[in-house]
């Protein structure tokens, strides 16, 4: 057999392989249903066993691959792939902060208007780069900010707003995109939670300077690791990648070199005059690239996205049907898609209604018991984590509602692993368990 021969043999018995693997069928209150998780093919195995078999460990064809066709599908002109969502943001507000950036830019002692109520790392690079998180309060409807109060929240020291779509359910972009030329600010779209989502039929993540995703199995399409920082102006793609790759001025593809054609013509900073290019910095950098192997399955994923989005929009309405269909939202305030939007959904937010004598705590830990799997909105409020103790922040106004998703919300799943039997026995198990919980309180 030749090599392209034994080639196709090792991707056929892959695919061979991954479709003979038993998957154990669903036995309700006995197979644990996770509130999030992955979901792949024969596809993505020979996709993965392909990548491997060039033995390319870092990026390669397939990152190259996978940034075009990334960029094209989330409707921006680059992609930067990186190692999570989390250093994507940290990447998407170093290059905000870029020295070579043109015109604005973040500096450290600005401020940038943020929310609580969500995942720490979307906040966390305004605080690594000297800035003061400002925080506001969101809407109990949409869990995402209050736009009036943002509005509110602009001050002389404001730079810019860096802000997740929460759970999938888009922010009103378009309003703070206004704000922000208005101002003269910055903006950040954390949609890590939200690919596909839209608003006034245009695509989350295009609203801002720059936009970041994560490919976590928990999301909506995954490469296991990874994430990428999507822009339209190519000096930030150019500043980004510099940051990723070490902080080097150089931007030859790994294994390659001279693409300048002047490697060695060069005189930046304080060098002497043809230093090698492949070891001059114009940033202070990391290590953040992916491998090909990564990159790999997410070009097969990709493929799969709109399927996986239109499952998660199914499984919310089933809930919602559902949850209506047996008086449970008497008990719990039902997530609203804000107006305007189509949700791309990662999850299902249920916070018990004020007066309710259901205790949140209690009740997750019952879910759990009987294999029904929960989380909360990530950090509840981020200004009460131990993490956050010793950091300089402000708030505007009162963080009323960011409290109670802190004290009373939880979520459930949406994923596409999640089908009709799964969701039945997720909301009678609800259902069962909210009962108790009344009882118990009024016993």
Request: net charge neutral; proline share 5%.
């Amino acid at each position: 057999m030749t090599l392209d021969e034994q080639r196709a043999e090792i991707l056929r018995l892959s695919r061979a392989y991954h479709d003979a693997r038993q998957v154990a069928p669903f036995e309700p209150g006995v197979t644990y249903i996770p509130p999030s998780g992955k979901v792949m093919d024969a596809d993505d195995c020979e996709h993965l066993v392909d990548a491997s078999l060039d033995m390319w460990l870092t990026a390669g064809r397939y990152a190259d691959q996978f940034e075009a066709e990334l960029a094209a599908k989330f409707g921006r002109k680059f992609a930067k792939l990186t190692v999570s969502g989390s250093a994507a943001n940290l990447l998407a507000f170093a290059t905000l902060a870029s020295p070579r950036r043109r015109g604005r830019r973040v500096r450290p002692g600005d401020e940038v208007i943020t929310v609580a109520a969500g995942f720490p790392t979307t906040v966390t690079p305004i605080v690594q780069y000297g800035c003061t998180p400002v925080f506001v309060d969101v809407d109990p409807a949409t869990h995402n900010v209050d736009v009036d109060l943002l509005e509110a929240a602009i001050g002389p020291k404001t730079a810019a707003v860096m802000i997740a779509h929460s759970l999938g359910n888009p922010f009103d972009a378009a309003r703070v995109a206004a704000l922000c030329k208005q101002h003269g600010l910055l903006m950040v779209e954390d949609c890590c939670d939200a690919f596909g989502a839209t608003l006034n039929g245009q695509g989350v993540g295009t609203f801002g300077d720059v936009a970041t995703l994560s490919f976590y199995p928990a999301h909506h399409i995954t490469m296991g690791e990874g994430g990428a920082v999507l822009m339209n102006s190519a000096l930030d793609a150019k500043n980004c990648e510099s940051l990723r790759d070490w902080g080097r001025d150089c931007y030859c593809k790994p294994g390659m070199d001279n693409t300048c054609n002047k490697r060695f013509g060069w005189k930046l900073g304080q060098l002497p005059k043809g230093y090698d290019h492949k070891y001059t910095y114009s940033h202070v950098g990391y290590n953040l690239k992916v491998s090909d192997m990564q990159a790999a399955v997410g070009v097969s994923q990709l493929k799969k996205l709109d399927r996986f989005i239109a499952a998660r929009r199914e499984n919310f309405d089933r809930l919602t049907r559902g949850l209506r269909d047996r008086g449970l939202d008497e008990h719990y305030l039902l997530p609203q898609a804000t107006p305007g939007s189509d949700p791309s959904w990662f999850g299902y937010l249920l916070t018990v209604r004020d007066g309710n004598a259901i205790d949140r705590n209690v009740l997750v830990r019952e879910l759990e018991t009987r294999k029904v799997g929960t989380r909360l909105l990530f950090a509840g409020n981020l200004t009460k984590q131990p993490a956050f103790a010793d950091v300089d922040y402000r708030v505007v106004g009162e963080l009323t509602h960011t409290d109670k998703i802190m004290n009373d919300a939880f979520w459930v799943g949406v994923w596409p692993g999640i089908d009709q039997p799964r969701v039945d026995y997720m909301l009678d198990t609800l259902a069962d368990v909210t009962r108790n919980c009344l009882n118990r309180a009024y016993a």
